[in-house]
């Protein structure tokens, strides 16, 4: 029997009224159909009905019908034992937690952790021109005012992988290239390879076109809200194959240092990375990419959303990251 409010009388069929001992029949009062008031019901009758409740027991009218399935706990029967009703229900929203940026946030926070990604399977070769012959320079002078950042900076890099120090009497040093040092704003260093004056002439050109605008618009045509998405350090997440390290050295007051991830500066980097980063987003629609910078977008928010996870998926699968702050 279903609990039904809706029901003005309580119901049974007509096989249950024979089960109790088919008590007395009286005129029913009459019915109509929920939602059809033009469709009266045809009720066997009404009788009475021992009905107990959590030890309370009472004599209740209850209307036989023919076939009832299922049978009716009404509304009559509901007052009779001060039965509390549930609330009602105004108003119902969809809520969808994963459809919000900062849930999605939260739950791909590992990329954004600020520290230096790796990308999984996949290593960086540099190809030179056959019979191509080795450019050694020496380290340039720099202002006795900065050697000290830079030396630090040459210890951060070591220590976090991207850098290795090369000891020229067990690893003989074929190329060598010389620095130029960016003194920026918080007085710290960044070292860049000078690689226009050793390698680039002498690279193999990595075939992979730049996108051109009109491409990037069309790809992401179908949008109204765009979120741009800027991978952390981004050329340093490749590692460079091993018996490609060679052609990166880097001479310095220091000494020698071998790039162990593309570094920036070398001429076929920018195509390299482009070209990895596509097929890599390849299959998620309404998504663009721009050398570091990923442009996702879609009609709606919550497609917009959805689209943004499917990227952020990827590129945590793939070991890449993402800076939050940009």
């Not at 009472?58 to 009559?76: C, E, N, Q, R, Y």
């Not at 050109?205 to 045509?221: G, K, N, S, Y």
Request: charge should be positive.
């Amino acid at each position: 029997m279903d609990w039904d409010t809706g029901s003005k009388f309580s119901i049974i069929n007509t096989k249950f009224w024979k089960q109790i001992g088919s008590p007395q029949l009286k005129r029913s009062p009459p019915l109509k159909a929920y939602g059809n008031n033009d469709f009266k019901l045809k009720p066997r009758g009404l009788t009475e009905a021992s009905v107990e409740i959590q030890g309370k027991q009472k004599i209740l009218p209850v209307i036989v019908m023919k076939t009832s399935d299922p049978m009716l706990f009404g509304l009559d029967w509901s007052e009779m034992f001060g039965m509390e009703f549930p609330e009602a229900v105004y108003s119902i929203k969809a809520i969808n937690e994963q459809q919000t940026l900062q849930n999605i946030l939260t739950n791909y926070a590992t990329l954004f952790n600020n520290k230096l990604g790796k990308v999984k399977n996949y290593q960086v070769n540099i190809h030179i021109k056959p019979g191509t012959e080795a450019k050694h320079f020496p380290p340039r002078p720099v202002k006795f005012s900065i050697k000290k950042n830079i030396e630090l900076e040459l210890d951060r890099l070591v220590q976090e992988g991207i850098i290795t120090k090369v000891d020229p009497n067990i690893t003989p040093v074929e190329w060598s290239t010389p620095t130029v040092n960016v003194v920026k704003p918080n007085g710290q260093i960044r070292i860049c390879g000078d690689y226009r004056v050793t390698i680039n002439p002498a690279l193999i050109t990595h075939l992979h076109p730049v996108p051109l605008f009109d491409q990037l618009r069309q790809q992401l045509a179908n949008g109204e809200k765009f979120s741009k998405i800027d991978l952390k350090d981004a050329y340093l997440q490749f590692e460079i194959a091993p018996e490609s390290k060679k052609y990166l050295t880097i001479t310095t007051h220091k000494g020698y240092f071998q790039y162990n991830r593309m570094p920036f500066g070398i001429a076929t980097a920018p195509s390299i990375f482009q070209h990895y980063l596509e097929k890599l987003l390849d299959n998620i629609p309404n998504t663009a990419v721009y050398f570091d910078d990923i442009a996702v977008t879609w009609k709606n928010d919550s497609e917009h959303l959805s689209t943004l996870t499917s990227v952020f998926k990827t590129l945590l699968e793939f070991g890449l990251k993402v800076n939050l702050k940009k």
